[in-house]
């Protein structure tokens, strides 16, 4: 059991980080704690690509000394994925990081229920 | 001949080209570019379509110069083309249509910018029904998200802001369990392809292993898109996000955006992971409950509902759960019928949201009510809106009645889901006639009070705007079409998820 959680500690620390975030976004009424909790799940998510990437012993895949076995290098697959989502989840904070100040300007609070609550009584 | 294989990548890329020009175009010339671009595209479509339809196969397109395992495609049959064409279409003509409810609600100097998320939304949903890599896929949802978010936006009143974020907040928890989805489903194949992972997936099911982690992947998929798509649970920010914002969005957010999630759900049910995986792990009666209760509450909720506009928003929630029932019964008829509906309710739903800008912008409408007398002031509107209402209440000879006596045939032969099927049909069938028939009755009623209180009635945008009446009258006339010429469009969709797997 203490070898099965510590072979798998990368992605059980993924799981639970993911599950942290996913609480966070969804529960928190602050919109800056939701931006991190949107953080914290697109990070774990990253975290678990990376994780499963990486071969223990193996090199960066670049091809040194004429070495073309792949045998040699780890799977850089998930690096390249992990920076694409980077570059979404980047652009996603900012857009809502935006919207938050915008929203701010107008009630005068970051709390997203309060909000939604004097729109509606905008009718 | 073998030119049009190049079509899909551009008219993805011609979208998404444009996009970036208009940024720096004034509004005159954003708005023709716009009108030019989505027109191209849609010929480009109609090109695809007959070439694999002659061709009878699909074909895959290498993006850069690595095959299968490594590198990026393109795979395009008659239903990815036919889905494009749906889109391309319904966003050119609600452009088209709605050009004086954009010029009434866009800041000035500012429309250029509606016409990029016009344009970038609809490149991500070609990518979306075009691409074979799930995770290409992620990133066009986020691009469709994005777009989706700032389409809700552009009406500035407060409000919207506050729709809009929590539209993006439901949003990304979507896409972070369908991208956890993707993740695990990578480690557990060691591949992005969708043919590739069907492959994989078919070994590993024959032996048996991760019978507990496949269900796991795809209960987080199927989540991950109903959220994005507003399946029943889900739906509560489907009322703001269409009722608040301008015609154009909700128009183009209900019968495109919601859409493409689905068809993409559709695309990983029988493209990549297989049906028999599908329906031996259970997931379908997830589909099929949600989608019946969503049929029926849909309805109920609508039927409650004061404010026009956020009727019809509800009704948009009913009828995905008419899609998410027939991909939840499982069989290869319940799938095409889910797919007709798409399309049905995609012509139907822009048709009403489009036609009922006239009533809520001419005359300040906002309550079912007030709608009184109008369909004498605004003939034409009121007329192609009961056309809308007619077909999605399902009456004989046009769309909407199709793709219900599709779903009910879909139905019949599968025990007790027949009849749960055929009652949540005929309940939420009524239930739509009552609140629709309502408003067209409510339209044609001669009001004897003068409304004195209102001075500031526009005259109808029939009199003075021939784009209004040509987009309409398109949308009305596809109507037509899926209703009467409905065995061609149902024998596409039949081959294209025969060579869809």
New interface residues.
Partial sequence: MWNLIVRHLNDLVAVAL?VI??AD??FQKN?IK?VIG?NV??SS?YL??AS?GYITGRKAPIITDGVMSAEYYINP??SG?VL??IV?SV??TA??LS??I??YK??HSLD?DY??M???G?G | MDFIKNFPFFSIMLSMFCAIVLSVLNRKAAKYMTRIVLGAVVCLSVAVLFFTIQRGESYVYYMGHFPAPWGNEIRFGCLESLFSLFVSLIAFLSVVAGTKAVEDDVEDRKENLFYILVCLMTSSLLAMSYTNDL?TG??FI?IN??AG?GLI?VRQ???T??????Y??IS??GS??F??GV?LL??LTGH?LMSNIKESVAELAQSGEYRVQFTIVIGLMLVGLAIKSGLFPFHLWIPDAYGQSNVVSSSLLSSTVSKGYIFLLIKIFVRTIGFDVIKSCGVLYICFTLGVVAMILGSVMALHEKSFRRMIAYSSIAQIGYIYMGIGLGTAAGVAAAVFHIFAHGATKSLLFISSSEFTEGSHTKTIEELKGLGYKYKFSAFCYSVGAFSIVGFPLLAGFVSKLLLGGAAIGHGAMQWIALLALAVSTILNAIYFLRTVIYLFIPDKAEKTDKPDMVPAYSMNCEDYVFGILILVMINLVLGLASGPIINIINNGLDIFS
């Fill in positions: 993911f975030g996913f976004l969804l919109m939701k949107l799940m697109d998510i678990l690509l499963q697959i998930p994925l694409t989502g979404v652009s996603v857009l809502l919207m938050t915008r929203m107008k009630y997203l909000c939604l004097m729109a509606r905008e | 995770f992620y990133v986020e998200t994005i978010c936006m009143i407060g409000k802001t506050v729709t809009a974020i929590r993006m907040v990304i928890l972070g369990l991208l956890m993740t990578y480690t992005l």
